[in-house]
């Protein structure tokens, strides 16, 4: 039973509990269930985080293999295919070392590709083992028709003419020096999504409950990304938390909203910039209850927070980022796909822009809706 915000404080007030608690609480249960779901399959296993740990040093001796797990390259069989009903369809066993959300970007990408190139019923990614993570299966799905055929059939792909391919809208969000996704990056992506990207309807489920019982459509998304980003975005890593909460709060006004979603990989950043904006009266700071790095690591290369906790949490700041009224992010692919996980009216806006000769913050005309 889904029971919105103002519900659950005002039973929150009756019982002695503050609403910060009833937060805390109904995201640690939303985060139960999903862990319930990835964790079916036992997701430290396969070519997990501490399988990829114990045996990275004589995996990766081979030059070949090491630009293959840094940089996403692939062998020549690297792309599988399976015949289902004499259709066709692709599937990429994703071993590249990356975050969840640069993972699903370029998975967007290929089927953006396959897409073009014609003849592949469906395209699909097979996160049995993805390298940061581990076996990710079960909240990243197979269809079933296409599952059960993929376990007898085991062919090298054939009716793909291209092993590489860029992820999807060429980086554009992702990295800096390159646009800000544009409206029909968006329109293709959210179609992308919906047609390819199969994740597991319970996960989703106890997502969009707690979205629903924190009223996210009336909030302002931010998503702030640092730790390992700045090689490819220094303009994150320069963002000061004064900054971070100024202009959240005139993104938050142009949205005519008084509550913020805060989601990013830096805690002792983040501290801060709740803090500023708790301080504005009247402002309310929701979090999901993502189990960030202690070292101050991207939480995905952190090898003592387990792959299954990572991906869920991933999963999670970008459901809950596309499900606010707008998004203010850094430059990072999870904000960028959460950006194609949001419906039409979604809003979304970088902190900084440094292709730009002319900064837009210093008009008072930005951000507008």
């Excluded at 066993?93 to 967007?108: D, E, H, T, Y």
């Excluded at 992308?192 to 979205?211: G, S, T």
């Amino acid at each position: 039973q889904v029971h919105s915000m103002e519900a659950l404080a005002s039973s929150a007030n009756s019982e002695g509990v503050t609403e910060i608690q009833v937060i805390e609480l109904a995201g640690k249960k939303a985060r139960q269930e999903i862990l319930a779901c990835v964790q079916i399959c036992g997701a430290e296993t396969g070519v997990g985080k501490e399988v990829l740990r114990a045996t990275q040093a004589t995996n990766l001796n081979d030059c070949t293999m090491k630009r293959i797990v840094r940089h996403g390259k692939l062998k020549p069989d690297s792309l599988r295919e399976v015949t289902v009903e004499d259709a066709c369809h692709l599937i990429w066993p994703c071993r590249q070392k990356a975050g969840l959300g640069a993972v699903v970007l370029r998975f967007l990408g290929l089927a953006e590709l396959a897409e073009k190139i014609g003849g592949i019923a469906g395209i699909h990614l097979d996160a049995t083992a993805l390298i940061p993570y581990g076996d990710m299966s079960a909240l990243l799905q197979l269809p079933l028709h296409v599952a059960e055929q993929y376990v007898l059939q085991t062919s090298a792909c054939i009716s793909f003419p291209r092993r590489r391919w860029q992820g999807f809208a060429n980086g554009r969000g992702c990295r800096e020096g390159r646009a800000h996704l544009s409206e029909t990056d968006v329109t293709t992506g959210r179609r992308l999504c919906q047609q390819h990207l199969n994740i597991n309807q319970d996960a989703l489920r106890a997502l969009d409950n707690f979205a629903t019982a924190m009223m996210l459509s009336m909030a302002l998304g931010v998503h702030i990304r640092r730790t390992d980003k700045g090689s490819e975005a220094p303009s994150n890593l320069s963002i000061t938390v004064e900054e971070a909460a100024h202009k959240t709060l005139k993104a938050a006004a142009a949205l005519s909203v008084r509550t913020i979603f805060l989601a990013g990989d830096d805690s002792e950043f983040l501290a801060g910039v709740h803090a500023l904006i708790s301080a504005d009266d009247g402002m309310r700071v929701i979090a999901w209850p993502s189990r960030l790095s202690e070292r101050g690591r991207a939480v995905h290369y952190d090898w003592q927070v387990p792959g299954s906790e990572a991906a869920a949490d991933a999963l999670a700041d970008a459901f809950c980022l596309s499900r606010c009224r707008g998004l203010l992010s850094t430059f990072s692919c999870l904000s960028a796909w959460a950006t194609l996980l949001s419906s039409s009216g979604f809003v979304w806006w970088h902190f900084r822009y440094p292709q730009s000769d002319d900064d837009p913050w210093t008009s008072s005309n930005f951000p507008c809706t």
